[in-house]
């Protein structure tokens, strides 16, 4: 511009705040041959709005004549980066002070919950606006004061619909529905806030056929509220009932569509599921990332691990949940294969970067046995949150090193990081796999007295695994009264640690304690009642074992078939307990009395109690 004059100056300053241009704004402000009002208030306001306090209060002492419109910036700034106090300070001192100037006080206290003083404020003030009323109406409704703020309300000289609109969410957050509905109907006008606060109280109520009533009366419909509705059906578990409302309904779009798919999979009806995301025409990545968690949730990963595969060929990029679902339905195959390729395209998206990815990457590299890889990722990772700790945390604890993983929560200690319930888990756990008894006692007392981390049965179970493994069972049922002092009934887990323990150690008095006690909780577990028939078999109850099975066989209950498979030139075999149908099953079967001979010939040298018979028995039973 060949003349610039102190508008364009101002214009200039005042954009580049907008922008984020602060530097520039600043720049441009310094160079300035002439300032006015305008260009102090407008830098006042533009540091404030950036947080850079200090400054702007500089700006503010260099001024030689101060309007109401300065002395608002500064409080308003103060109040805006929550410096409450020093905006009490500046409105204290201010030689004129016009309704704003109150508003802005009043409205600070209000949002820091001091509505006491705001009250004192609110009496002070001469001259009131309809903003004044509200703001203080808005504050007495949040500090649950409903009943004064209907007063208060019903004392305005005049209302706007803002003023309704408020009174009328006081109600609904604070479960007067009805209340909230008899003023929507006195309310001279009505926006789309109005509507929309009205419907959400009767969603939140779970009065979904009142909402959809008002709904349908909507001058103008609200797609976002429609959503709110089905999601509403959804929460009280009505999934089919707001499916039926979806096809009959013009108003839905792909959100309503996800919402339903999303409590189909919450219900585990997963046909449904898909059969929904099967008719849905267009299609984002959001409802592709609901159909790969839904069904890796239920159990169904390797039919996620298509639809990952299909929203590739479909064009569609995946984000962070997609990866991150992808890596976790990864953790339960049998083979890293798909994980590693996985891994390879976010390195290649640079989706590798982001926290949320690489925890997930280091908890499947963890699960499925790489503890190289799982270290190796994260290692490289820039930061780590507490997810990323317990990670490779626990994936030490689950693979048995303990020394490793005692390390690895040393290092945790000695970040910013604190621990969580997860966090302790895996290091007991550890302790207990690595027979770390002083270690394990320490750390679960560092848990309780020094994180201040109420125990859970996770935690118990640990150490009554931990005492158990060792041999010391006394040990063990003093630290069942200790639970009990707790104020915790003693949960299956923990006497199933117990009956382990024992069975280790032969000891079938505490056994058959700990045995009956988890029987009267979980009466169908096939396990306990095994494991008891062999402890009296072992030492010669022989009657005892046969009333075990005959309370088994009357109970109806049956051993679930053991499982497991592996994956050989990218062909997988899975294999069940008592199932002869292999193709290659007698090689198999061979390989494997070749390998138990060998292996009972090592055990034996150079002097053992067990007869080589004995192993072959007892590993061709493991086998059946």
Same mark, same amino acid.
């Given at each position: 511009?060949?003349? +610039?004059?102190?508008?364009?100056?101002?214009?200039?300053? +005042?954009?580049?705040?907008?922008?984020?241009?602060?530097?520039?704004?600043?720049?441009?402000?310094?160079? @300035?041959?002439?300032?006015?009002?305008?260009?102090?208030?407008?830098?006042?306001?533009?540091?404030?709005?950036?947080?850079?306090?200090?400054?702007?209060?500089?700006?503010?002492?260099?001024?030689?004549?101060?309007?109401?419109?300065?002395?608002?910036?500064?409080?308003?700034?103060?109040?805006?980066?929550?410096?409450?106090?020093?905006?009490?300070?500046?409105?204290?001192?201010?030689?004129?002070?016009?309704?704003?100037?109150?508003?802005?006080?009043?409205?600070?206290?209000?949002?820091?919950?001091?509505?006491?003083?705001?009250?004192?404020?609110?009496?002070?003030?001469?001259?009131?606006?309809?903003?004044?009323?509200?703001?203080?109406?808005?504050?007495?409704?949040?500090?649950?004061?409903?009943?004064?703020?209907?007063?208060?309300?019903?004392?305005?000289?005049?209302?706007?619909?803002?003023?309704?609109?408020?009174?009328?969410?006081?109600?609904?957050?604070?479960?007067?529905?009805? @209340?909230?509905?008899?003023?929507?109907?006195?309310?001279?006008?009505?926006?789309?806030?109005?509507?929309?606060?009205?419907?959400?109280?009767?969603?939140?109520?779970?009065?979904?056929?009142?909402?959809?009533?008002?709904?349908?009366?909507?001058?103008?419909?609200?797609?976002?509220?429609?959503?709110?509705?089905?999601?509403?059906?959804?929460?009280?578990?009505?999934?089919?009932?707001?499916?039926?409302?979806?096809?009959?309904?013009?108003?839905?779009?792909?959100?309503?569509?996800?919402?339903?798919?999303?409590?189909?999979?919450?219900?585990?009806?997963?046909?449904?599921?898909?059969?929904?995301? !099967?008719?849905?025409?267009?299609?984002?990545?959001?409802?592709?990332?609901?159909?790969?968690?839904?069904?890796?949730?239920?159990?169904?990963? !390797?039919?996620?691990?298509?639809?990952?595969?299909?929203?590739?060929? &479909?064009?569609?990029?995946?984000?962070?949940?997609?990866?991150?679902?992808?890596?976790?339905?990864?953790?339960?195959?049998?083979?890293?294969?798909?994980?590693?390729?996985?891994?390879?395209?976010?390195?290649?998206?640079?989706?590798?970067?982001?926290?949320?990815?690489?925890?997930?990457?280091?908890?499947?590299?963890?699960?499925?046995?790489?503890?190289?890889?799982?270290?190796? !990722?994260?290692?490289? @990772?820039?930061?780590?949150?507490?997810?990323?700790?317990?990670?490779?945390?626990?994936?030490?604890?689950?693979?048995?090193?303990?020394?490793?993983?005692?390390?690895?929560?040393?290092?945790? +200690?000695?970040?910013?990081?604190?621990?969580?319930?997860?966090?302790?888990?895996?290091?007991?756990?550890?302790?207990?796999?690595?027979?770390?008894?002083?270690?394990?006692?320490?750390?679960?007392?560092?848990?309780?007295?020094?994180?201040?981390?109420?125990?859970?049965?996770?935690?118990?179970?640990?150490?009554?695994?931990?005492?158990?493994?060792?041999?010391?069972?006394?040990?063990?049922?003093?630290?069942?009264?200790?639970?009990?002092?707790?104020?915790?009934?003693?949960?299956?887990?923990?006497?199933?640690?117990?009956?382990?323990?024992?069975?280790?150690?032969?000891?079938?008095?505490?056994?058959?304690?700990?045995?009956?006690?988890?029987?009267?909780?979980?009466?169908?577990?096939?396990?306990?009642?095994?494991?008891?028939?062999? @402890?009296?078999?072992?030492?010669?109850?022989?009657?005892?074992?046969?009333?075990?099975?005959?309370?088994?066989?009357?109970?109806?209950?049956?051993?679930?078939?053991?499982?497991?498979?592996?994956?050989?030139?990218?062909?997988?075999?899975?294999?069940? &307990?008592?199932?002869?149908?292999?193709?290659?099953?007698?090689?198999?079967?061979?390989?494997?009395?070749?390998?138990?001979?060998?292996?009972?010939?090592?055990?034996?040298?150079?002097?053992?109690?067990?007869?080589?018979?004995?192993?072959?028995?007892?590993?061709?039973?493991?086998?059946?």
């Amino acid at each position: 511009m060949p003349q +610039r004059n102190t508008v364009t100056w101002n214009t200039m300053i +005042r954009g580049y705040f907008q922008n984020g241009f602060f530097e520039k704004a600043m720049c441009s402000f310094n160079q @300035m041959p002439e300032r006015d009002n305008f260009s102090y208030n407008t830098v006042i306001a533009g540091l404030m709005q950036c947080g850079d306090v200090n400054n702007a209060r500089e700006v503010f002492d260099g001024m030689v004549d101060r309007s109401v419109v300065t002395w608002n910036s500064m409080i308003s700034g103060y109040v805006r980066n929550g410096l409450i106090d020093e905006a009490i300070r500046v409105f204290d001192n201010t030689p004129i002070r016009d309704v704003i100037s109150w508003n802005l006080v009043i409205g600070g206290l209000v949002n820091c919950q001091r509505i006491d003083l705001a009250e004192e404020y609110f009496k002070e003030m001469n001259d009131r606006d309809v903003a004044s009323w509200t703001i203080m109406v808005s504050g007495l409704v949040r500090a649950g004061r409903i009943v004064e703020a209907r007063e208060l309300f019903e004392e305005m000289p005049a209302k706007d619909i803002q003023a309704w609109n408020v009174m009328i969410a006081g109600y609904v957050e604070n479960g007067y529905i009805d @209340m909230a509905e008899d003023l929507f109907q006195r309310m001279p006008v009505r926006d789309l806030n109005s509507w929309k606060q009205l419907i959400n109280g009767l969603v939140t109520s779970q009065r979904i056929d009142e909402a959809i009533r008002k709904f349908m009366e909507m001058p103008e419909k609200c797609q976002k509220t429609w959503n709110l509705i089905i999601l509403g059906f959804i929460r009280c578990g009505l999934i089919e009932e707001a499916h039926a409302f979806l096809e009959k309904c013009p108003y839905s779009n792909i959100v309503s569509w996800t919402n339903v798919i999303v409590g189909y999979f919450e219900i585990g009806e997963v046909r449904n599921a898909v059969k929904v995301f !099967e008719l849905i025409r267009t299609r984002d990545t959001t409802v592709w990332n609901v159909m790969i968690f839904g069904l890796g949730e239920n159990d169904r990963g !390797e039919d996620g691990i298509k639809f990952f595969i299909r929203m590739k060929e &479909s064009d569609l990029f995946p984000d962070q949940s997609t990866f991150t679902s992808v890596f976790t339905i990864c953790s339960d195959l049998p083979s890293l294969d798909l994980g590693k390729q996985t891994h390879a395209q976010t390195i290649k998206t640079g989706l590798n970067c982001l926290i949320a990815v690489s925890n997930a990457m280091v908890t499947m590299y963890a699960r499925c046995g790489n503890m190289q890889s799982a270290l190796q !990722e994260f290692s490289s @990772m820039p930061i780590h949150d507490v997810i990323s700790w317990n990670s490779i945390i626990c994936g030490f604890a689950h693979h048995g090193d303990g020394k490793k993983t005692l390390e690895m929560f040393e290092r945790m +200690r000695l970040t910013d990081v604190k621990p969580n319930h997860i966090t302790f888990v895996g290091v007991l756990s550890a302790c207990s796999h690595a027979g770390l008894v002083d270690q394990g006692r320490y750390y679960f007392d560092y848990m309780k007295n020094k994180c201040f981390l109420q125990p859970t049965s996770e935690h118990y179970t640990c150490v009554v695994d931990l005492l158990g493994r060792f041999g010391l069972i006394d040990e063990a049922m003093s630290f069942l009264d200790q639970i009990r002092a707790d104020g915790v009934e003693v949960p299956p887990s923990v006497w199933g640690a117990l009956l382990g323990a024992c069975r280790i150690h032969k000891n079938i008095k505490v056994g058959e304690i700990a045995g009956e006690s988890i029987l009267e909780v979980e009466p169908f577990n096939s396990g306990v009642y095994l494991i008891l028939a062999e @402890m009296f078999l072992s030492s010669g109850r022989k009657a005892d074992a046969e009333k075990i099975w005959a309370r088994m066989k009357g109970n109806g209950i049956k051993k679930q078939p053991g499982c497991s498979w592996i994956e050989i030139n990218n062909s997988g075999h899975v294999f069940l &307990s008592g199932d002869r149908s292999h193709t290659e099953f007698r090689r198999i079967y061979f390989l494997l009395n070749l390998l138990s001979a060998e292996m009972g010939t090592e055990i034996l040298k150079p002097s053992t109690a067990t007869t080589s018979k004995e192993f072959q028995i007892s590993f061709d039973g493991c086998y059946e």
